[in-house]
């Protein structure tokens, strides 16, 4: 996590080299990511900040959080690393300033750290004793976000793999919308 | 001209439409601990206190809901139509839960705080996964307890062994010895854990203090769990009983009668 974090200090002072040079096209500038960002909820943690990354013809993004679940909504504070990665095949520009994604859907794998959570079965158990991980959680959304000037904001409705299986086997009783839950953000765009 | 502000308003215009839209909007993790309500047992057990005692009565038991929450919805509407003379409460043998999950402990109050009778119940293998442990002591309460109705006193407790590591802390039996101790008074004594002696999942290596310490009361009656998903019953010679609840998939429970000293056990469909 410290190292993380180091890394995260090293690509926001090379923002601020890149800002006295801007004609460099150095490789810090190369593997700096496009955006910041700042997430309520959606499973990957209560706030997550992360790094944004958007491929040359805007229709394909990628992000890396590191989210916290603070010790009032846990026994302790969960700590956690999410991917996530989505498609925006409807991208418009407004005047200038506005660009709005209509839509973005993706695909979210959330790890959280913790040694009372297993991503391989601990070996007291027998094969096959549970099916899945705690450790590992799996999710899908959709949602929209807008840009003007440099700020972004965005939101997602998804689920997770393990409230689908729940909805799948209970659809009498689990209204469809019980399924979904949101999250919201915030950007910041570097480049 | 002022094309750019109608994006920003249709944006915010659609959020609350979403947040409305949605129930239990915000979830943090599936690990969170956010349970829609709490001290669900000690409710329960403050429930059947305000009931008149009576020697002849009857219980049901159910088990191992976990993704199961139809079947849930349509026992609660089954037992709905059962007679408030004729069943006393009912009894919840673990696995509330798949994951441990907070939200499944949610789903599964939406489907109980619909039933009319007071329900108590163990901590079962699968609610100790992730923080579950932590969200059921908050969401049900103690894992080790006991409660009374007339003559007869329960002895609720946890005996998830493996979930530990069989490290000797599951179950507690030190606890237990007392407890049974201070009920010698007590007409009957019914157990409730989520998994039984005979179970592997169960430490093997106290499985005989374990039946000394029950079969030592003269009063024991009845020992009643879930897990293995099917129905088992067991007398030993001096008739006490060990009986397994079937899961509620199979749209199955156990009812209890209790006729004095006499316990009589009956599976039953719906």
């Not at chain 1, 601990?122 to 000037?149: H, W």
């Not at chain 1, 393990?162 to 209204?175: D, E, L, P, R, T």
Request: hydrophobic content about 35%.
């Amino acid at each position: 996590m410290q190292r993380f974090l180091f890394f995260l200090g090293l690509t926001t002072l090379s923002v601020q080299v890149d800002a006295q040079q801007p004609k460099t096209q150095n490789i810090w500038h190369k593997i700096m990511p496009n955006n910041a960002k700042l997430q309520y909820a959606g499973n990957i943690g209560m706030f997550s900040v992360g790094a944004g990354y958007v491929s040359p013809n805007q229709k394909w993004k990628g992000d890396v959080f590191y989210g916290l679940v603070p010790g009032t909504y846990a026994e302790k504070p969960i700590h956690s690393f999410t991917l996530k990665g989505k498609y925006s095949p409807i991208n418009r520009t407004y005047n200038h300033d506005i660009q709005v994604n209509w839509l973005n859907a993706g695909l979210w794998t959330n790890y959280s750290f913790g040694s009372k959570y297993f991503l391989k079965l601990p070996d007291y158990y027998d094969k096959g004793y549970y099916y899945f991980p705690t450790q590992l959680n799996i999710g899908a959304f959709v949602g929209s976000e807008i840009r003007y000037q440099k700020w972004g904001l965005y939101y997602e409705v998804g689920t997770t793999e393990k409230h689908v299986i729940n909805y799948v086997k209970n659809m009498s009783s689990i209204n469809f919308h019980q399924m979904w839950n949101i999250g919201i953000g915030l950007v910041y765009h570097l480049k | 001209m002022h094309n750019k502000y109608i994006f920003i308003k249709w944006f915010i215009l659609f959020l609350p439409l979403f947040l409305g839209s949605c129930k239990r909007n915000f979830q943090y993790s599936v690990l969170e601990v956010r349970p829609y309500e709490n001290d669900l047992n000690n409710k329960a057990i403050a429930a059947i206190k305000e009931l008149t005692p009576k020697d002849t009565f009857s219980f049901l038991v159910i088990s191992d809901t976990q993704i199961a929450y139809d079947e849930l919805q349509d026992f609660v509407e089954h037992a709905n139509g059962l007679s408030e003379d004729s069943i006393a409460f009912v009894l919840h043998g673990g696995d509330y839960t798949d994951y441990g999950a907070n939200f499944e402990y949610n789903f599964y109050y939406d489907e109980i705080k619909k039933l009319k009778f007071p329900i108590v119940g163990t901590i079962g293998n699968h609610d100790m996964l992730g923080n579950g442990r932590y969200i059921y002591r908050k969401f049900l309460g103690s894992e080790e307890f006991t409660f009374e109705y007339g003559n007869t006193a329960f002895v609720v407790f946890n005996s998830n062994s493996r979930e530990v590591a069989f490290d000797g802390s599951i179950p507690n039996l030190p606890w237990l010895e007392q407890t049974v101790n201070s009920l010698k008074q007590k007409k009957n004594i019914v157990y409730l854990s989520h998994i039984s002696p005979q179970n592997s999942d169960y430490d093997q290596r106290m499985a005989e203090r374990h039946k000394n310490i029950v079969l030592e009361q003269s009063n024991s009656r009845l020992s009643l769990h879930g897990h293995t998903h099917s129905y088992e019953y067991y007398e030993t010679e001096g008739g006490f009983k060990y009986v397994v609840v079937p899961t509620i998939l199979k749209r199955s429970y156990v009812k209890v009668d209790v006729a004095d000293t006499t316990l009589t056990v009956h599976e039953l469909f719906y």
